[in-house]
């Protein structure tokens, strides 16, 4: 058992040091596509460590909500980094503590919290934000369902441990239509959550079109930086559960040793860098869709997954 406890621990250390590195590669590979110089890839952890630093400064109007936002952001990627498979592909001590839907709750449950207190805070551009966030995660939650759904009843299973070895189990089985279908619309389900394009421009400045940066615009110091830190967090656990729970194993743990969990550290880190650079070709190659299309773009999703249920019950 300790040893379960011990890799867990090493997972979240992984997830949780790391995921301000994947964010900052992400921003240089975007950089670079555009011919520019860019950032380093540490430069997040600069701007981190000097969030951390600053006062904070919080409004008058702002109540409990504003204070314990940026914590409960923090802690939920953490928890569902307990749930899903992220260096081993044997299920750990938390494993069965929760399955797929209870992972997107918590998930759900850090930006419901950031969305509130956007609005606490009484300046009308966060609660702008926190509508249109609100509004996206409307559309999205369908999308979810569909993928929950579907791959719960090919796989048998809403354990992600579970679902990866089932998935895994067929050979070449990623490579069959209602796996395609499933991971296409995950995709779509990622770019939506993340605020990425064509849902948002993350590197958008202006407050009258942001989606995701406006919801902590009044935060500084400790809170700013514990709200950036999540975001990173939760791109790395949507990425994990992406490459692999739904894409494929390869690269993850299969021995109960500590050398072998170590050793998939850099094997994760290169999936997750092939993904960013899908990542990056979609953000190059498509403009930022205006608000009223944003329905369409997961509205599509949702056909994706209903399309790959069809698939799986005209196969089975």
Not at 63 to 69: E, G, L, M, T, V
Not at 155 to 164: D, E, F, K, L, N
Not at 234 to 249: A, D, E, I, R, S
Not at 292 to 313: D, H, K, P
Request: glycine share 6%.
């Amino acid at each position: 058992m300790w040893q379960s406890i011990l890799f867990n621990l090493i997972q979240v250390a992984v997830v949780v040091g790391l995921a301000p590195l994947v964010e900052g590669v992400l921003h240089r590979m975007e950089e670079n596509v555009q011919s520019k110089r860019g950032p380093s890839i540490f430069q997040v952890y600069r701007d981190l460590w000097k969030l951390l630093q600053k006062d904070e400064i919080v409004s008058g109007e702002s109540s409990w909500i504003f204070r314990a936002a940026p914590y409960v952001a923090f802690v939920m990627p953490i928890f569902v980094t307990l749930l899903i498979p992220v260096l081993t592909r044997y299920p750990l001590f938390f494993a069965f503590m929760g399955d797929m839907l209870a992972a997107g709750f918590l998930l759900a449950l850090g930006g419901f919290f950031v969305a509130l207190a956007a609005v606490d805070a009484a300046n009308p551009y966060g609660a702008m934000g926190a509508s249109r966030t609100r509004m996206v995660g409307f559309l999205a939650e369908p999308v979810f369902m569909m993928v929950f759904f579907t791959v719960s009843f090919t796989a048998g299973s809403t354990i992600p441990y579970i679902v990866q070895a089932s998935w895994s189990a067929v050979p070449g089985g990623f490579l069959e239509p209602v796996h395609i279908l499933v991971i296409l619309a995950f995709l779509m389900l990622i770019l939506a959550d993340e605020s990425r394009i064509p849902v948002d421009n993350p590197s958008g400045q202006f407050e009258l079109a942001m989606i995701g940066k406006s919801k902590y615009l009044e935060y500084s110091g400790r809170g700013a930086a514990l709200i950036k830190w999540a975001g990173c967090m939760k791109l790395v656990v949507l990425t994990c559960v992406l490459c692999n729970v739904l894409v494929t194993p390869w690269g993850l743990a299969a021995e109960h040793t500590l050398a072998a969990v170590l050793l998939a550290i850099p094997l994760v880190l290169f999936k997750i860098l092939i993904f960013l650079l899908v990542l990056v070709i979609i953000e190059s190659s498509l403009a930022k869709l205006r608000l009223f299309r944003i329905s369409e773009f997961l509205s599509a999703a949702f056909v994706i997954c209903l399309l790959a249920m069809v698939t799986r019950l005209m196969g089975s």
